[in-house]
């Protein structure tokens, strides 16, 4: 029998089921005034939040495609549908009422499991609507504030979602920001009061069900001073023959001597264009941890940013990226340290394979008052086959002499002696591989809860599948 050689051919089932979508609303295909303002009636926004979206939209058409990264040609706008709901769309907080189809997805994914074992609170999102959420009281208690955004931008926290939502990411910074403020929909809440610290994680899961449609979430987290939260964030889609969008946006304000560690592992279909942004402002004292999985996507384009805000302010980047056949994963990271006596690390492994292209961006700039400040950026790539790309382009601005700064990058293969070394051990060629490829990038999976690092190696072991022969 002739071994399988591509991802292709390998048996995704748990992420690549779907459902019919005879039961979604759906809005026309495109982009127009007229979607955008149908898309804002349906979420019955706020005066200010329509004129938002339509303004977003104006700036959208104003600012062209990204010529400087990965080809987004195959992605067409115009056939794009930018929001789609089950008819049944009320959102539930008890599991046994969530419908079925979408229920069962989620089983698929563990999501149920996963919070009754080790989280303090679920969102899961299944296409453009959140359609469950809960949190345990013990965390409610604390004063603790884990919605979805949607009913915080209705209910008592309207003023806290106007003073922050796109502040740090404006629809000016770049086109698919414009997109996002004028279609996004869904997405979390979350408010932590001073002193609280979060003893078990918060998670939000993204699934998109639907064919040519995109999904454009919303997370918006507030960390008060001298408190700590872990958020988990995870999602995948089914694969089709046709483009998918994510351009969803994370906006992250941690206080002083706050705590905030930010943890995805990105597993989108191989049609998706992923198109994310994330950002952080951190005040004095505090600190932001981003611990991310990138596996999925045809195209990725995923730079999370931290902004140091804060005398003393920390910035903590650790990430992986596996970039398989058809894949074109651009990603990294910026740090701005805008304030005296800030750091910042940066450690990141990319694995390509079967062709596939992986490129690391990132960018450090140190202002001329940010004296005292840190930063050290490592990356480290490997590729597994002759056929595979993986570039390092670092960027760093650098405006006072009173800093401390460094960049390492190193790109190799698997080396043949190891490969036959565990080989003579009993075990096989692939597994063998698999073996190497998992223990690079444990970096990430050591910092991942339980179940999420199983996750993480359970996808290299799918995407190392077939990679012989």
């Known amino acids: 029998?002739?071994?399988?050689?591509?991802?292709?051919?390998?048996?995704?089932?748990?992420?690549?089921?779907?459902?019919?979508?005879?039961?979604?609303?759906?809005?026309?295909?495109?982009?127009?005034?007229?979607?955008?303002?149908?898309?804002?009636?349906?979420?019955?926004?706020?005066?200010?939040?329509?004129?938002?979206?339509?303004?977003?939209?104006?700036?959208?058409?104003?600012?062209?495609?990204?010529?400087?990264?990965?080809?987004?040609?195959?992605?067409?706008?115009?056939?794009?549908?930018?929001?789609?709901?089950?008819?049944?769309?009320?959102?539930?907080?008890?599991?046994?009422?969530?419908?079925?189809?979408?229920?069962?997805?989620?089983?698929?994914?563990?999501?149920?499991?996963?919070?009754?074992?080790?989280?303090?609170?679920?969102?899961?999102?299944?296409?453009?609507?959140?359609?469950?959420?809960?949190?345990?009281?013990?965390?409610?208690?604390?004063?603790?504030?884990?919605?979805?955004?949607?009913?915080?931008?209705?209910?008592?926290?309207?003023?806290?979602?106007?003073?922050?939502?796109?502040?740090?990411?404006?629809?000016?910074?770049?086109?698919?920001?414009?997109?996002?403020?004028?279609?996004?929909?869904?997405?979390?809440?979350?408010?932590?009061?001073?002193?609280?610290?979060?003893?078990?994680?918060?998670?939000?899961?993204?699934?998109?069900?639907?064919k040519g449609a995109g999904q454009f979430e919303h997370t918006l987290i507030i960390v008060d001073d001298d408190a700590y939260l872990h958020f988990i964030e995870g999602c995948s889609a089914p694969k089709y023959n046709v483009a998918n969008l994510h351009a969803g946006c994370v906006e992250l304000f941690i206080g002083k001597n706050a705590t905030l560690r930010y943890s995805t592992i990105e597993n989108w279909s191989k049609n998706m264009y992923n198109l994310n942004t994330k950002r952080a402002r951190v005040e004095e004292g505090g600190k932001v941890e981003w611990i991310s999985g990138s596996f999925g996507s045809h195209v990725s384009y995923l730079y999370p940013?931290?902004?140091?805000?804060?005398?003393?302010?920390?910035?903590?980047?650790?990430?992986?990226?596996?970039?398989?056949?058809?894949?074109?994963?651009?990603?990294?990271?910026?740090?701005?340290?805008?304030?005296?006596?800030?750091?910042?690390?940066?450690?990141?492994?990319?694995?390509?394979?079967?062709?596939?292209?992986?490129?690391?961006?990132?960018?450090?700039t140190i202002a001329e008052n940010a004296t005292g400040s840190k930063s050290s950026v490592s990356c480290q790539s490997l590729m597994l086959d002759d056929i595979s790309r993986s570039d390092t382009i670092p960027a760093m601005d650098i405006r006072t002499s009173d800093a401390d700064v460094g960049h390492e990058a190193k790109i190799g293969r698997i080396s043949d002696e190891v490969v036959f070394y565990l080989m003579s051990r009993g075990m096989s060629e692939e597994d063998a591989r698999a073996l190497i490829v998992s223990g690079f990038a444990d970096n990430v999976g050591k910092e991942l809860p339980l179940e999420y690092a199983v996750e993480m190696n359970n996808l290299i072991q799918l995407e190392m599948k077939g990679a012989i022969g």
């Not at 539930?92 to 080790?118: C, H, M, Y």
């Not at 003023?159 to 869904?186: C, E, N, Q, R, Y």
């Not at 931290?306 to 990603?331: C, H, I, P, W, Y």
């Open 1 to 210: 029998m002739k071994e399988k050689t591509q991802v292709a051919d390998i048996d995704r089932s748990m992420y690549d089921f779907r459902y019919s979508e005879d039961d979604a609303y759906k809005v026309d295909e495109g982009l127009t005034p007229e979607i955008v303002e149908q898309i804002s009636k349906e979420k019955n926004d706020p005066d200010w939040m329509r004129e938002f979206r339509l303004k977003s939209l104006e700036i959208y058409n104003q600012i062209p495609v990204p010529n400087w990264g990965p080809s987004i040609e195959g992605l067409d706008m115009d056939h794009i549908v930018t929001y789609v709901r089950p008819k049944d769309n009320k959102m539930q907080n008890d599991w046994d009422n969530v419908p079925t189809d979408i229920k069962d997805t989620f089983e698929k994914l563990g999501i149920p499991q996963a919070e009754r074992k080790s989280l303090a609170g679920v969102g899961a999102q299944y296409d453009s609507e959140l359609v469950y959420h809960n949190v345990k009281d013990s965390v409610a208690e604390k004063g603790v504030v884990y919605t979805d955004i949607e009913s915080a931008l209705h209910g008592e926290y309207a003023d806290m979602i106007k003073d922050h939502f796109m502040k740090l990411v404006p629809p000016t910074d770049h086109k698919f920001a414009a997109l996002h403020g004028a279609v996004w929909s869904g997405g979390s809440f979350v408010y932590v009061p001073k002193g609280v610290h979060l003893d078990f994680p918060l998670q939000s899961y993204f699934r998109l069900n639907a």
């Open 305 to 364: 940013m931290s902004v140091l805000a804060g005398k003393g302010s920390r910035s903590e980047f650790t990430s992986v990226t596996f970039a398989g056949k058809g894949q074109n994963l651009d990603t990294g990271c910026k740090v701005v340290h805008a304030a005296p006596d800030t750091s910042s690390y940066v450690n990141t492994r990319s694995i390509s394979k079967d062709g596939g292209i992986s490129t690391f961006r990132s960018a450090v």
